[in-house]
T-cell receptor
Framework: GENVEQHPSTLSVQEGDSAVIKCTYS??????FPWYKQELGKRPQLIID?????GEKKDQRIAVTLNKTAKHFSLHITETQPEDSAVYFC??????????FGKGTRLHILP | EADIYQTPRYLVIGTGKKITLECSQT?????MYWYQQDPGMELHLIHY???????EKGDLSSESTVSRIRTEHFPLTLESARPSHTSQYLC?????????????FGQGTRLTVV
C-alpha cells in the first residue's frame, strides 16, 4: 500500500522568510496530492492540492511542486506570517482509494 | 449549512464503559473516515467507508467498530474503553466517484478514559 514520508517534523523560520516542507510517496500510481493545515485546537483544512498531470500549482503565497519521477512533492510558503504557524500534513491517494497522510510538520514562525 | 458534525466534542468516561462517537455530514458525501490523533500529531486512519453497508479497517489496530446504515451517519463504537484510547477522534468525508476530492473534517471528539 501507499506510504507517505514527510520532513522535517518541526520547522522554525523567521517571519518574512520562506518555508519548505517535503514529502515522498511510495506508490507510483498515486494521482492526487493534497496539503492540509491544522491550527492549534482546530480541524485540518485543505490549503492546496495538485494532481499528477500537473508539475506545479500556486495560490498566492503558497505553492506545491510535484516530481512524479522521483515520487516527491513539496509545499512552499513565501513571505511567512505569524498566522502560518500550524501543523501541515501532506497526503497522497489513488483515485477513490483512501487518503494516506504524512506524519505532519510543525511550523513555527519566529517574530 | 453543509458541514460535518461530531458529538460529543468532549467526553470523560470510566474504563470498561461502552461509548459511541457520533459523526454526521450534510454534504451528501459517500466516503467517510475516522482518524485518531493526539493533539497536533500524526493522523492514524482507523476506519473508512465508501458508502452504505461498506466499512473497512484502517492501519491503526483499534478495539472499535463502525457502521454505515445511512449515507450521512458514520458512528464509531468502543466496546470497552481503556486509558490507551484517550485521544482526539476526527471524522472526515469526501466525494466518491470523481477520482480525487478534498476531505472535510469534523471538529473532533476529545476522549479521556479514566
Amino acid at each position: 500500500g501507499e506510504n507517505v514520508e514527510q520532513h522535517p517534523s518541526t520547522l522554525s523560520v523567521q517571519e518574512g522568510d520562506s518555508a519548505v516542507i517535503k514529502c515522498t510517496y511510495s506508490d507510483s500510481a498515486s494521482n492526487y496530492f493534497p496539503w492540509y493545515k491544522q491550527e492549534l485546537g482546530k480541524r485540518p483544512q485543505l490549503i492546496i492540492d495538485i494532481r499528477s498531470n500537473v508539475g506545479e500549482k500556486k495560490d498566492q503565497r503558497i505553492a506545491v511542486t510535484l516530481n512524479k519521477t522521483a515520487k516527491h512533492f513539496s509545499l512552499h510558503i513565501t513571505e511567512t506570517q505569524p498566522e502560518d504557524s500550524a501543523v501541515y500534513f501532506c497526503a497522497a491517494s489513488l483515485g477513490d482509494d483512501k487518503i494516506i497522510f504524512g506524519k505532519g510538520t510543525r511550523l513555527h514562525i519566529l517574530p | 449549512e453543509a458541514d460535518i458534525y461530531q458529538t460529543p466534542r468532549y467526553l470523560v468516561i470510566g474504563t470498561g464503559k461502552k461509548i459511541t462517537l457520533e459523526c454526521s455530514q450534510t454534504m451528501g458525501h459517500d466516503k467517510m473516515y475516522w482518524y485518531q490523533q493526539d493533539p497536533g500529531m500524526e493522523l492514524h486512519l482507523i476506519h473508512y467507508s465508501y458508502g452504505v453497508n461498506s466499512t473497512e479497517k484502517g492501519d491503526l489496530s483499534s478495539e472499535s467498530t463502525v457502521s454505515r446504515i445511512r449515507t450521512e451517519h458514520f458512528p464509531l463504537t468502543l466496546e470497552s474503553a481503556r486509558p490507551s484510547h484517550t485521544s482526539q477522534y476526527l471524522c472526515a468525508s469526501s466525494i466518491l466517484g470523481q477520482g480525487v476530492s478534498e476531505a472535510f473534517f469534523g471538529q473532533g471528539t476529545r476522549l479521556t478514559v479514566v
